[in-house]
């Protein structure tokens, strides 16, 4: 975890303690990210990748505006998972040439957007052909696409798996080839594949093994292509630690794959350029959630530090989205750190259900109403993955810092 | 299960064919919540409480303007756990004095606006009465308070326990005489008790069982109020069924302990008023969520349907809201209905994350792009419950027919 300044005691973000900062936003419960942080994730990234690769980001793992217009010069391209992420990748200055727009189902009327803006489409069915060639011809603009295949394999390791077995993304290696022999006959312009095999993957190692085996799936399928192949996309999936028993991803591993990659990618598809898209790996760690402590009380013995936040600004840390048995995503006491008293708490928010958890029974400093609880590792996935409206709260503001 | 009208093989709804209901609101996905079905409802209730035990509607399990307009004048009250839901409650025309609000972690401009509004707050816990004391002599009006008590036994067969043992909510019930003389010193306008003991409970039995406790456990606290006892609200926490394993709620235990329960409060606190609060019972059978299939894909033998609605929209038919193994909510093929070609397929959403499945594995009418997938049970938790902002898909449109 790369961690954040701390000053007498209290968490900095951006250079300004977090007492000052919550003030500045005028209010609790809110998200904050540093933009040094995230500048420093993407330049230890581009260290770990030959020269020559593309990076994406993926807007879908923190869609904020400010961010996405941060990022967007830092990297080389972005990719969107629907026609509103397409609109922010836009508004933030990107070039349409280096935007991706991937998702099972895209509706007709985001494919014409998609053509429209002249980004590359991930083809996720022979559907989205046939639409394509119809909108080709209306718009008189020819469909810039990728094929998205579901790979024969499975990233092991992965904490989603998303390719591999019987899934609804991309179209499946053996149908691939009747799928590239319509986008031939459609006109469509072909440019490149698309494999991306699951996320949050911690072992570099295991990432390794995925990005030989999707160059090995998409050199041979590269035999049946309609046009000189020229963007290749292997996805990320590069994990980042939320829990105790979770290490950092050793790039080590993920940089010499890459390397051994792109040269033979270069030897067979001379024209093809290897992109990778991450998402939460460049944005997850440089964000935290703040919330204050309305209220303690202590009810059969148990501490409880009732604060301002929870699960409807934070649906992840309470535990409630994807996760099969909750665990304490990191949190501490932002205006106390490394205080000497310390206490095992549970911290919950407003809301009136019991699923409204952010740290159970974890040890952290002493806190009193009005202190701050900081729930780190929430760059990604966060504000925009929460259920907002839940019982009525206001929804929560997000400062780039 | 109360079913909707099905017409020649066609789901209605406020008696319109679900397809031209999909053209009167003019895209899909939609959310489509029934008076009539609500209205029965609420009449069933009645029919099996006691006369003279109020009944209230808790705004959390469906804050829709229209639907809270609706339900309003057929309830007794009203109970907001915030204030963004005391202002839809107040905008429908609810009375103040027969509105309430709880929550662990009010803020203090919430508690402000509850005592200006004039509404009844639940406290939960000493901060509450010391906040409440200045907001009230600020304002020149005295707050008006119950006290939410946290029980000392728990709701046997509740799907979510909300007492018992060390909980967030309430006031431990060994600590209540020492709040009730607070309340009394501050000068709190003391009206009474709220214990609500769990939620989403299915059997009859257990429901009366914890009337019958939380009662005895209202009469040994009055001892020690301040004034007379007005109020007496004994929760809901009334089940509705989502799975197949689950059967309806037989309200004829609840009746008869209502009628007992009732009789006490008379003989014991003859200036208290038995209230029930009931959200999920009223609203949740009576609405549903509309997707329509996109594509239809098949991918290493197994059938996806993929729609253009999922987990943004409706978070718990996709596992990822308090459930811990994923079951599927009743799923249809809603312009198929009783279609003697049946098939298994696994139904998916446009979201770019294998969490996004509406039904898994399940047997539905065989169906084509075009078609509507319909999940039943979707009128409570769901639209304001979910994620809508996720991956940046546009926010799903309500109606209430």
Request: proline share 6%; aromatic share 6%.
């Amino acid at each position: 975890m790369d961690r954040f300044e701390v000053n007498n005691g209290e968490l900095c973000l951006g250079g300004l303690p977090l007492s000052q900062l919550a003030e500045r936003v005028g209010q609790t419960p809110f998200y904050a990210y540093e933009r040094q942080h995230m500048a420093r994730r993407v330049a230890a990234v581009r260290a770990a990748l030959p020269v020559g690769v593309g990076l994406h980001y993926a807007v879908k793992a923190n869609p904020m505006a400010a961010v996405v217009g941060f990022v967007r010069p830092l990297v080389d391209g972005l990719d969107v998972a629907s026609a509103g992420e397409m609109k922010v990748a836009l508004d933030a200055g990107a070039d349409p040439r280096q935007v991706s727009f991937a998702g099972p189902g895209k509706r007709e009327a985001e494919l014409r957007q998609a053509v429209a803006a002249g980004v590359l489409v991930n083809l996720e069915s022979m559907r989205e052909v046939g639409l394509l060639a119809q909108v080709s011809s209306q718009l008189g603009l020819p469909a810039r696409v990728a094929v998205r295949v579901n790979p024969d394999f499975e990233l092991r390791g992965a904490g989603m798996r998303m390719g591999g077995g019987a899934k609804p993304f991309g179209v499946d290696a053996e149908r691939v080839p009747a799928v590239l022999q319509a986008v031939g006959q459609a006109g469509l312009a072909f440019e490149g594949f698309h494999v991306y095999a699951g996320s949050q993957n911690l072992q570099g190692a295991r990432i390794a093994e995925a990005l030989h085996q999707s160059l090995e799936l998409v050199l041979r399928l590269a035999e049946h292509v309609p046009a000189p192949v020229r963007h290749v996309n292997l996805g990320g999936g590069w994990g980042i630690p939320y829990f105790p028993t979770e290490s950092a991803l050793d790039l080590g591993p993920v940089s010499v794959a890459l390397l051994a990659v792109q040269a033979r990618l270069a030897q067979r598809l001379p024209s093809a350029r290897l992109v990778l898209e991450l998402g939460r790996y460049l944005v997850g760690e440089a964000g935290v959630y703040v919330a204050r402590v309305l209220d303690r009380k202590t009810s059969h013995g148990q501490v409880f530090l009732v604060t301002d936040g929870g699960l409807h600004h934070h649906l992840a840390a309470s535990g409630n989205f994807g996760q099969v048995i909750r665990r304490n995503y990191p949190v501490a006491i932002g205006n106390r750190m490394g205080a000497p008293d310390r206490e095992t708490v549970t911290v919950v928010g407003p809301l009136c259900t019991p699923l409204d958890v952010l740290a159970e029974r974890m040890e952290l400093a002493q806190a009193q109403p009005g202190d701050l609880v900081v729930v780190f590792q929430s760059g990604a996935y966060g504000a925009s993955a929460s259920p907002q409206a839940f019982l009525g709260h206001p929804a929560c503001p997000e400062v780039l810092v």
